[in-house]
């Protein structure tokens, strides 16, 4: 592993911890040349993930896509970083414990409107109007009323 500071391929591991998510691995680490610490994340590779969008196209699955998304809707809501990758993460695990090679994008995105219910109302209906396009206030008032239920 090179050192982010100096570039030294000689780093040695200090400590090791699982991540709460118990996908992955949290590794302290130093550099043998410049003594600067750093840490480091290991994942467990998964099989790579196809995503059918809505045109029938596919692309491969980008966890920044999920993440983008969720930041724009948690925009200005007193939701912590924390709180927004421990959603990801749950998405993530979601996705891949389906164990499909496969998967629509409209699957990606009730999961990820489910999540976001748990987590917030407002960011969930920010989400919901642009991933459901909503064409009037009709149909964002249906919406608000299914959650009021």
Known sequence: MKCPFCNQENTR???SRPVPDN???RRRRQCDECHKRFTTYEKIETIPLTVIKKDQSRETY???KIQDGIMR????RPISVEQIERTIDEIETEIFNKEEREIPSTEI???VMNRLK???AVTYVRFASVYREF???NTFMDELK????
């Open 73 to 76: 809707a948690c925009y200005k």
């Open 23 to 25: 996908n992955s691995i």
């Open 62 to 64: 980008d966890r920044t």
């Open 13 to 15: 591991v200090i400590d």
């Open 109 to 111: 995105g009730e999961i």
């Open 118 to 120: 748990e987590l917030d």
């Open 146 to 149: 299914k959650m009021l239920k």
């Open 135 to 137: 064409k009037d206030v």
